[in-house]
């Protein structure tokens, strides 16, 4: 069954260093999507991504994100001086986005942990 | 926002017991989803809804939606100790907009 991937599995950075979160969309889906869940707390949205543009974003999603879709396959998060507060697990999804169909399918989340 | 909020907030249940969970909602909806999350990984699709559904089963679970009440309820029968998670609702849109969820454990 295809599934979302996501790389690494765990990132350590430094407080204002740069990182980027890739993720493997699920194949022929158009809908694209970034979460975040700081430890103990609740899932929250930050940004999704159609036709090779944001589609909606969140406060959250601030000048130090970004995200992209460098190639057919990957989507990517950009996370630019990243804070200790940025610590978190980052959750990717896609949706098919066709025949209504609107299940949000999950990947197993990269763990950031800014030091 | 059409964000979902769960209750209870947490469960307890022995091996073998129903559990049942709520959601409530704001908006007008297309649709309501629950997913899974176990503790620190991935939230996993369980099943989705249609606004012009009011009953569906997948297996063991049992979903209800009531629109005029803007909620819905999951209902886990014969529960096993794999079931212990916590489970979320989230309605369509571009976005979903998680609640706090419901922390089940179910005791072996």
């Known amino acids: 069954e295809p599934e979302v991937t996501q790389t690494p599995s765990h990132q350590v950075t430094q407080m204002g260093q740069e990182v980027i979160l890739r993720c493997v969309p699920i194949s022929n889906h158009l809908y694209f999507y970034w979460y975040r869940q700081i430890l103990g707390q609740k899932v929250e949205f930050l940004v999704s991504f159609y036709n090779n543009e944001i589609s909606e974003k969140s406060e959250i999603f601030d000048d130090q994100f970004s995200v992209e879709r460098p190639d057919g396959s990957n989507f990517t998060l950009k996370i630019r001086s990243t804070k200790l507060e940025d610590s978190a697990m980052y959750f990717c999804?896609?949706?098919?986005?066709?025949?209504?169909?609107?299940?949000?399918?999950f990947g197993p989340g990269t763990r950031l942990t800014v030091l | 926002s059409q964000q979902g909020e769960e209750d209870p907030q947490a469960l307890s249940i022995q091996e073998g017991e129903n559990a049942t969970m709520n959601c409530s909602y704001k908006t007008s909806i297309n649709n309501l989803q629950w997913y899974r999350q176990n503790s620190g990984r991935g939230l996993v699709h369980l099943i989705l809804?249609?606004?012009?559904?009011r009953e569906k089963h997948s297996g063991r679970l049992r979903v209800t939606l009531d629109t005029s009440k803007k909620s819905s309820s999951l209902l886990i029968t014969a529960s096993r100790a794999a079931d212990t998670a916590s489970y979320f609702c989230a309605t369509d849109g571009n976005q979903f907009y998680f609640g706090t969820g419901t922390s089940l454990t179910v005791i072996p």
């Open positions: 809804i249609r606004s012009n559904e």
């Open positions: 999804a896609s949706r098919a986005g066709t025949g209504g169909a609107d299940t949000q399918y």
